[in-house]
């Protein structure tokens, strides 16, 4: 994005984000069309879907999408006739006229046939949007999509608090097709393209990188010193949700522009601030280019800058990053910090379906990542180093209940991804039950930390050969040492191995995939890099690998 097209989208964060927001206002705003992703949605409805179309175009346009929508008639039987190729599926229930109808218990089973039918037909995500109020209710609601592989339940009536205005209006039914409310329709096409859609069909954003002074309180700490900048309700809010993120596993940098030894001194002695210099898990404060700095961020994250979102109060900052950090997320930090705070939540990619226990993890397996290095520097026999740490690898195999997982390092690992397939979870599914096929997991843990499953390897058998569909090593492990055991240990205790003669590795060269074409090519000896397509291992270097000395290795339960 050009950086004249996003000030423009700066100056559109008070219309987009705002606590109420206007209909007019969205209808005019005319944001540049830089898309960068073509989205094809499939809408299966009993009651309109329409109206928030031109209300979600402003909020697509903002993240760069152009958003087709083939809108299905009326249909209460959920048939799925003609469907079309498309990213995402989305079921648009009017859950008052279902139940004036049948009772719940009924019409549950009725639409769980029916997503399982939708299922069958298609790979692409579903989102199942109507609203329910009761507690078990909406819990039967969630286990029906929790049963699906790639299914997804937006209860819209979780919304209810944040529409100033009634969420159904009867009125609204005549003239528009929907029983919900003309305000409702505006928070709930807010809340579809900003969270449930991109929750389904993009890679997360990672980290939050923020500014300090008139970004995280009002003032400047070099001007104002540290009792004189000012903690605003906006700002204490601002810190509150911030660090929220964090704990969620979101990692938190600070990039300023102020002297080291005032910023800590800062976070020593401000008692009001909920951020503590420690929640941020790289600080970089200097008087050097932004741009420079958040590169640093990257690499002490491991991290690509398109899974990073910079928040800052100065447009200039933000041109230096924009220029310099190629496709780098970026948010202008109002003079009110509820109104950034409101843009912070809503950007795209950022909210979640659900937390994984190893979202969690991350942040404190980077921290212990600096005991590593210095005890790897002390310490030059590698087994001596992992008999130290503990190294352990547990390997499982077709582990259903890691699906979502699985799913995740496939669609957000970049660097050590040998085939960049991007599985979606009913791909994923439909190989952890097949028999032909095979998907083992790695778990990383030391004394230091446990890392989670840190690398996923999808293959499947084809007459005497091992193919290797996937290949997948997460940032958090990687320099560790560890890819031949984590590999090849893994192919090594695959039940379908059995016969085979030789394991084939799907290749594709990628942007950011080097490190995994390196390791292919130290692995076989070639002088250069791998080709693009099928690269041969005989399985005979599979059956007489033992792994690293020093390493713990425990093997799950096979399929």
Known sequence: MTIENSMQHFDAQEI???????????????????????????????????????????????????VDFNISGYDDTLMFEGRKDASLDIVWLDSIRALGQVDFREWVNWLAERIMNLRKRSSAPIILATWIEGVEQVKRLQ?????????????????????????????????????????????????????????????????????LDNTLHSGVLGEDGVDGVKLMPGHLAFQKYIKSLGEKGIFLAL???????????????????????????????????????????????????????????????LANVISGVTQIHTLYAHEDAFLTSRAVHNYPALWRWRLEEDDAKRILDLKANAERELLSENISDPSEYFRGLKVGLIYRYDP????????????????????????????????????????????????????????????????????????????????????????????????????????????????????????????????EGPPEGEVHLPISLVNVFKPIDGVKIEQGIMK
């Open 143 to 211: 286990a029906l999509v929790d049963a699906v592989p790639g299914v997804y339940f937006a209860n819209l009536l979780e919304l209810q608090d944040e529409i100033s205005g009634p969420f159904i209006d009867i009125r609204s039914e005549k003239l528009a097709g929907t029983p919900l409310g003309r305000v409702a329709q505006l928070e709930i096409a807010r809340k579809l393209a900003c969270h449930w859609m991109p929750a389904a069909l993009s890679s997360s954003i990672k980290a939050v990188i923020l500014d």
């Open 400 to 527: 259903l209940e890691q699906l979502t997982r699985i799913t995740d390092l496939c669609n957000k690992t970049n660097q050590f991804n040998l085939a960049i397939q991007r599985f979606n979870q009913v791909e994923i599914a439909e190989r952890l039950k097949s028999k032909a096929a095979s998907i083992a997991t790695v778990q990383l843990t030391d004394r230091l930390s446990d890392s989670g499953v840190i690398a996923i390897i999808v293959a499947s058998k084809k007459n005497t050969q091992l193919v290797v569909e996937e290949l997948c090593i997460s940032c958090r492990a990687m320099g560790r040492r560890l890819e031949d055991t984590i590999v090849l240990q893994a192919l090594k205790g695959m039940s379908i191995i059995d016969g085979c003669t030789e394991v084939i590795f799907k290749v594709s060269h990628g942007p950011r995939n080097q490190p995994a074409l390196d390791w292919l090519a130290d692995l076989l000896s070639l002088a």
């Open 255 to 317: 990039v300023s522009k102020n002297e080291l030894a005032d910023v800590k001194e800062l976070f020593e002695k401000r008692d009001d601030y909920p951020l503590r210099l420690e929640d941020f898990s790289a600080v970089e404060v200097s008087w050097a280019p932004k741009s420079d700095a958040i590169k640093r961020v990257a690499k002490t994250l491991r991290i690509a800058p398109d899974a990073m979102l910079f928040v800052d109060d100065n447009p200039g900052e």
């Open 16 to 66: 987009l984000f705002a606590e109420h927001l206007s209909r007019l206002d969205l209808l005019k705003l005319d944001l540049s069309k830089e898309h960068g992703k073509k989205i094809v949605v499939n809408i299966w409805r009993t009651h309109g879907f329409e109206p928030l179309i031109p209300l979600m175009k402003p909020f697509f346009d903002f993240q760069g999408w152009h």
